[in-house]
């Protein structure tokens, strides 16, 4: 079984600063995908970034970017230049394939701060 | 807007009681997903029909079931309802079947509180 688990129920970073949400996963697999979702209050589903397990570089999205450690089974994401429309809950999430189904972790509230 | 409906947009029913939350996915999606989302928790993977074939199975409880007409909506019913069962209810819709890498399009979910 999967399991995706993020440490740091809530977070708050200054406006125009930097943060990073942590996240781990644990599987069997080799064949898998990582994502952060966004989920403003709104509680509308936004893609924020995906990483493809085989690739070694870390994905890049504008002031988005992961450091994906395969070794130690890590996912974090890095928001640079924060800005008050980043507030919301950031889920964490693993896919593997053949299946397509999500396993999410329960979240991180992060609120930036003007 | 992903392209994918879901509706009621919020729904209010009693425990014991029955209801049925529809999806219609994007145009050409084959696959839709169902998710629940309770309270502070993230969204857990319920079930999964592809061109109106059960594909995948989760943490979907017996008194829940789906299914996906030849026109690809889905419905998910959910019988003898609890308070527990108080959550939000997304669905999600893909092109493919789950072999290969699709994007998951979520809709903005349905409102479920059970009183």
């Keep these: 079984a999967q399991t995706v688990t993020q ?15 942590s996240c781990t996963y644990d599987t069997s697999e080799n064949n898998y995908y990582l994502f952060w979702y966004k989920q403003p209050p709104s509680r509308q589903m936004i893609l924020v970034i995906r990483q493809e397990a085989y690739k070694q570089q870390n994905a890049t999205e504008n002031r988005f970017s992961v450091n994906f450690q395969k070794a ?7 928001i640079s230049d924060s800005q008050l429309g980043d507030t919301a809950m950031y889920f964490c999430a693993f896919m593997k394939l053949p299946g397509n189904q999500f396993y999410f972790g329960t ?8 | 807007d992903s392209g994918v409906t879901q509706t009621p947009k919020h729904l ?18 084959l696959s ?28 979907i409880l017996e008194r829940f079931s789906a299914q996906q007409f030849p026109d690809l909506h ?38 479920l509180t059970v009183l």
Excluded at chain 1, 72 to 78: D, H, I, V
Excluded at chain 1, 107 to 114: A, C, D, E, M, Q
Excluded at chain 2, 12 to 29: E, H, K, M, N
């Design chain 2, 32 to 59: 839709v997903y169902w998710y629940q989302q309770s309270l502070d928790q993230g969204l857990q993977f319920l079930i999964q029909y592809y061109n109106g074939e059960e594909r995948a199975k989760g943490n």
């Design chain 1, 7 to 21: 440490s740091q129920p809530e977070m708050s970073v200054q406006e125009a600063e930097t943060v990073t949400l």
């Design chain 2, 74 to 111: 889905s419905e998910l019913n959910l019988s003898s309802l609890e308070l527990g069962d108080s959550a939000l209810y997304f669905c999600a819709s893909s092109v493919e079947s789950g072999l290969v890498l699709n994007e998951q399009f979520f809709g903005p979910g349905t409102r």
């Design chain 2, 12 to 29: 209010i029913t009693a425990t014991g009681q029955r209801v049925t939350l529809r999806c219609s996915p994007r145009s050409g999606d």
């Design chain 1, 72 to 78: 130690a089974k890590s996912f974090s994401l890095k």
């Design chain 1, 107 to 114: 979240g991180t509230s992060l609120t930036v701060i003007p």
